[in-house]
């Protein structure tokens, strides 16, 4: 029977092969007492670190692997629990057993954590977390793989083009539909002009598999209310390529992003509390949402697989 250092070493070598085999350098720390493991950094193809660091608590032995649901659950201590949420690098969870070779992987965000007694809380990791190529994004990005932290992390990256699409009076989005192709939405013209047949101003990739508009702009554009302008159907584009011309503006969700942004990064008083404006329709629309996301993944569906972080398929 192995012993418990026997058990951790066999671990920590294990995942440290495994990192290196994606291509991440995997360096230990040599005391653990705040359950930080190692740290491991993506790296360029010549070798040289990209800056792109995640910290690991690891644990091993088949004692870890408590089933519950559809996956597993982990058990953590509240001391440990105030590191990792705090802590200036992404933490994640890796489970390893070393009889099956199975590794699971969790981020530790407060969202997703639960309250147990004593002090004690759980996270659930999902059985097909698994530490290997195919989920190598959400240690890129230093994200959880659940559709609110993807959702975060999208808007976060939509910031710039939301700043860009503020104060416009009028907006146009003409966007290409593939109709003979699986991956059928691709290129998106963004028109700033009361004329939907003007030059474009942006032109974005966007590729996405989806059997109606609507589901594309909940995937891509949800900071969006938009209205159908004009359907120009396939047989003006020798059968292969129809344009949905759309009238667009930001909704509650965009401007709420803008509102969030402006707090960020603005000076707060010595003397008074922080002030946002929350309005009506946005907090309806908060109180709608969960609803309405449920109601469209229920009536959609795609064939291509789709990029859970940038909600884009990666088809060729």
């Given at each position: 029977?192995?012993?418990?250092?026997?058990?951790?070493?066999?671990?920590?070598?294990?995942?440290?092969?495994?990192?290196?085999?994606?291509?991440?350098?995997?360096?230990?720390?040599?005391?653990?007492?705040?359950?930080?493991?190692?740290?491991?950094?993506?790296?360029?193809?010549?070798?040289?670190?990209?800056?792109?660091?995640?910290a690991l608590q690891i644990k091993t032995g088949q004692s870890y692997f408590k089933k519950r649901g559809d996956g597993y659950v982990y058990y953590g201590e509240d001391r440990h629990r105030r590191y990792w949420t705090t802590h200036s690098l992404p933490v994640f969870i890796i489970l390893h057993d070393p009889d099956s070779g199975l590794t699971l992987w969790q981020r530790v965000e407060e969202h997703l954590i639960e309250d147990q007694k004593n002090g004690r809380w759980s996270i659930q990791i999902p059985e097909n977390q698994n530490l290997d190529a195919e989920n190598?994004?959400?240690?890129?990005?230093?994200?959880?793989?659940?559709?609110?932290?993807?959702?975060?992390?999208?808007?976060?990256?939509?910031?710039?083009?939301?700043?860009?699409?503020?104060?416009?009076?009028?907006?146009?989005?003409?966007?290409?539909?593939?109709?003979?192709?699986?991956?059928?939405?691709?290129?998106?013209?963004?028109?700033?002009?009361?004329?939907?047949?003007?030059?474009?101003?942006?032109?974005?990739?966007?590729?996405?598999?989806?059997?109606?508009?609507?589901?594309?702009?909940?995937?891509?554009?949800?900071?969006?209310?938009?209205?159908?302008?004009?359907?120009?159907?396939?047989?003006?584009?020798?059968?292969?390529?129809?344009?949905?011309?759309?009238?667009?503006?930001?909704?509650?969700?965009?401007?709420?992003?803008?509102?969030?942004?402006?707090?960020?990064?603005?000076?707060?008083?010595?003397?008074?509390?922080?002030?946002?404006?929350?309005?009506?329709?946005?907090?309806?629309?908060?109180?709608?949402?969960?609803?309405?996301?449920?109601?469209?993944?229920?009536?959609?569906?795609?064939?291509?697989?789709?990029?859970?972080?940038?909600?884009?398929?990666?088809?060729?």
């Amino acid at each position: 029977m192995r012993s418990t250092d026997e058990t951790n070493r066999i671990g920590i070598s294990a995942v440290s092969l495994m990192f290196s085999k994606l291509r991440w350098a995997f360096r230990e720390q040599p005391t653990s007492d705040f359950g930080i493991d190692a740290h491991v950094e993506k790296l360029a193809d010549d070798g040289m670190g990209l800056g792109k660091l995640i910290a690991l608590q690891i644990k091993t032995g088949q004692s870890y692997f408590k089933k519950r649901g559809d996956g597993y659950v982990y058990y953590g201590e509240d001391r440990h629990r105030r590191y990792w949420t705090t802590h200036s690098l992404p933490v994640f969870i890796i489970l390893h057993d070393p009889d099956s070779g199975l590794t699971l992987w969790q981020r530790v965000e407060e969202h997703l954590i639960e309250d147990q007694k004593n002090g004690r809380w759980s996270i659930q990791i999902p059985e097909n977390q698994n530490l290997d190529a195919e989920n190598e994004i959400y240690f890129e990005k230093g994200i959880a793989a659940d559709e609110a932290s993807v959702r975060r992390y999208r808007l976060a990256l939509d910031l710039e083009l939301i700043k860009r699409f503020e104060g416009e009076e009028h907006i146009f989005l003409r966007v290409e539909d593939w109709v003979n192709k699986t991956l059928n939405y691709r290129t998106t013209q963004v028109i700033f002009n009361d004329d939907p047949d003007a030059g474009s101003d942006l032109q974005l990739n966007t590729w996405l598999p989806a059997h109606t508009i609507g589901r594309f702009m909940a995937v891509l554009f949800p900071w969006l209310d938009w209205s159908l302008h004009e359907h120009i159907g396939e047989e003006n584009g020798a059968y292969e390529v129809a344009v949905h011309v759309l009238e667009v503006e930001l909704n509650a969700i965009g401007k709420a992003v803008l509102s969030l942004e402006n707090y960020y990064v603005a000076d707060l008083p010595d003397d008074e509390p922080p002030q946002m404006e929350l309005d009506k329709e946005w907090l309806d629309y908060l109180a709608e949402m969960d609803e309405a996301d449920r109601l469209i993944l229920e009536s959609e569906d795609t064939t291509a697989p789709i990029d859970p972080v940038s909600g884009v398929s990666h088809q060729p």
